[in-house]
Every structure is written in C-alpha cells, then in structure tokens.
C-alpha cells in the first residue's frame, strides 16, 4: 500500500507548485496539508516523497529560465578552456551557484535524524512561519534595492546561499524567503534577489529529490503516485515563478509577511486546540 493516495499526490503536488518559489516556505504548507489530511508528516515515505516532488518544481524553473541557463552553462564550459572567458560574470555565476549549495548539502546530511525527526514537528513549522516572517518584514525595508543582477559577487552568492541552511532545519522559515531576505539585506533589488533566489535553489532541491527517490519508494510510496505529484507540481510551479516574477516588480513583500504571520497563528491554534498533531 501507498503511503500517498494519488488523488493526495495530486493535491500535495499543487500546493507545492504554488509554494515553493513563494516566500512562505512550501515545506510548511505541504505539512499543514498533510497534517489535515491524517498524513504522518514525520513518516520517512512523506518525507522522501515532499522532496521528490520538489523535482517538478525546479524543473519548471529549468523550463521558464532555459535561454539564462543556457546562456550561463555556455559561458561556464567555454571558460573550462578559454581564459579569457573566465572573466565573463556568467562564467564566475555557474561557479558561484556550485559552491554555495556546499554549505546546504553537508549539513543536509549532518542532520539529516534531526531534520526528519524532531524538526519536523508542526510546531517548528509555525514558529519559523512567524519568526521568517519578521526577518522578510526587516530585510524588505531596510535593504536600499540598489543592486541588480549583474551588481551580484560571490560573495552574495555564498551569503545567499548559505541562508538555505535556516528553511532545511527550521521547515516553515522558507528557503525562499531566507534567500530573498538575505539578498534584500545585501542591497539587491526585489527581481534580482528573486532571480538569485531561483537559481541558487536549482542543484539543492534538485539534489535533494534525488537523494531521496529511493527512501521514498522504499518506505512505501507508490511511482504512480510520486508521477502524478510531480507533474502537477511541475505545471502549477511554471505559472507561479511567472506570477511572482511580476508581483515583485511593483510590490514590495508586506503581503507574504501578513500572510506568513496569519498561517502560523492559525497553525498554533490548530495545534493547541488539537485538531492538528504536531
């Protein structure tokens, strides 16, 4: 028997497709989701299969940023063997984006019986819902919106980066927001700090959802269901990317934040009151 239903992958696949490049932390959501729904959220097959269906999310990244990606790939195997190109910024990009996503895969796998253990109680989920709600609040308005796309270092990049690290112990927090919040603070403009948020996400959730493929199917998880989930989060994550790219551009976060704020109250009330297991 599936751990997962295919009419709850379908489901749990929408949710994070819109989620997961929204700021309001798509890990959070698909637990809430879970939780109502009676799903173990602590159950190693819920976990595997959250994170394989993260891969249909990226993939729509891979989709909507094809002509940037290419473009960046293109310039990184040329400075493999031309020294010249190594001084293009999109050769330096591809490396930056590569070393980031370090920090975030060695302590994934350093706290790896934390992350699907105690950390992943709904609890955690509500107070980091609030808590990254406040650092947004904070980063979107004291961050000068100066710095574009091409202004960004590695330095950014490995700030940015490493922010990952606070949405993979603290699900709820956001690994969209911790990125876009962190960038914000480096002056980054709100598209700039989206975009780099996007493609610093792309080898960590990629990596993370083939990494747990196999636990996935082995605790009990159906193919059909991990298909059904990955596909629609592949469809609803295209329109979301596409949505958030133009929001951002003429608004600022304050609607992520009440939003952000809303869902974790309510979730401590769900909890408190018992109509949710943490």
Known sequence: ?????????????AVEGVTEFLPVSSTGHLKIVEGLMGIPVDDDAVIGFSAVIQVGAIA?????????????VSAWLRGLT???????????????VVLATIPIVLVGLAAKPLIKGPLASLWVVAGSLIVGSGVMWVADRTGRHKRGEDDTSFKDAMLVGGSQILALLFPGF???????STALMLDLDRVAATRLSFFLGIPALTGAGLYELKDALGAGTGA????????????????S???????????????????????GLLLFGLLGTGVLQS
């Not at 956001?174 to 876009?180: D, H, I, L």
């Not at 059909?224 to 329109?239: C, I, K, M």
């Open 241 to 263: 990317v596409a949505w958030l790219l133009k929001f951002v551009a003429k608004h600022s976060f304050n609607a992520f934040v009440i939003y952000r704020i809303a869902v």
């Open 1 to 13: 028997m599936s751990a997962i239903s295919i009419g709850q992958a379908v489901l749990l696949g």
């Open 82 to 96: 031309d020294r010249e190109q190594r001084y293009h910024h999109d050769y330096k990009f591809a490396w930056w």
């Open 174 to 180: 956001s690994r969209s927001g911790a990125t876009m």
């Open 224 to 239: 059909a269901p991990l298909v059904a989930g990955t596909l629609v989060s592949f469809v609803v994550a295209y329109a």
């Open 60 to 72: 729509a990244v891979l989709v909507y940023f094809r002509k940037d990606i290419a473009r960046i």
